[in-house]
């Protein structure tokens, strides 16, 4: 069974429910939108996701604690990423949206981070949890 066909990892025939991305900045979004579709639209990158995410299977707990600090839930996301980018161009995807999953993958899951990683680096290193909104688009592309 395809990625289209509902075999993908969260999917219904109904429908698929990505409740994170309203949660993200710009253009933290657009990269989560573009590698969430071409999981689904592209058969040899949702294979690759599917083989990657396999030894990772009922993992929920270790990535609710750990996120990609877990090893096996790191090497998960690197390969969905990678797979997702080598995609994006074989389905026409724009050069901005390209380079905002490319961005994404360098500064987090190619380093086994996520964005709440940058908000708790500067709550250590000066007690800001949450940036005010003087820093919020400084701190969304940098």
């Given at each position: ?7 993908g ?16 900045p710009?253009p ?15 058969d ?16 929920w707990?270790?990535?609710a604690r750990?996120g990609?600090?877990?090893?096996g839930?790191?090497?998960s996301?690197?390969?969905?990423f990678?797979s997702?980018?080598e ?7 724009d050069a ?6 490319a ?11 996520c ?9 250590a290193e ?7 909104p003087?820093?919020?688009m400084?701190l969304?592309?940098a």
């Amino acid at each position: 069974m395809s990625a289209r066909e509902g075999g993908g990892i969260g999917m219904t025939s109904e429908r698929t429910r990505l409740r994170m991305i309203d949660a993200l900045p710009d253009p933290w979004w657009r990269a989560a939108v573009a590698v969430a579709v071409t999981l689904v639209a592209d058969d040899a990158a949702a294979a690759a996701c599917a083989a990657a995410v396999t030894p990772t299977h009922g993992l929920w707990r270790e990535a609710a604690r750990h996120g990609l600090d877990h090893p096996g839930l790191a090497r998960s996301a690197r390969v969905c990423f990678e797979s997702a980018l080598e995609a994006l161009s074989r389905l026409g995807t724009d050069a901005a949206t390209i380079s905002a999953v490319a961005a994404f993958h360098d500064r987090y899951s190619a380093r086994g981070r996520c964005p709440a990683d940058d908000r708790l680096d500067e709550w250590a290193e000066d007690g800001t949890l949450l940036p005010g909104p003087d820093r919020f688009m400084e701190l969304t592309w940098a």
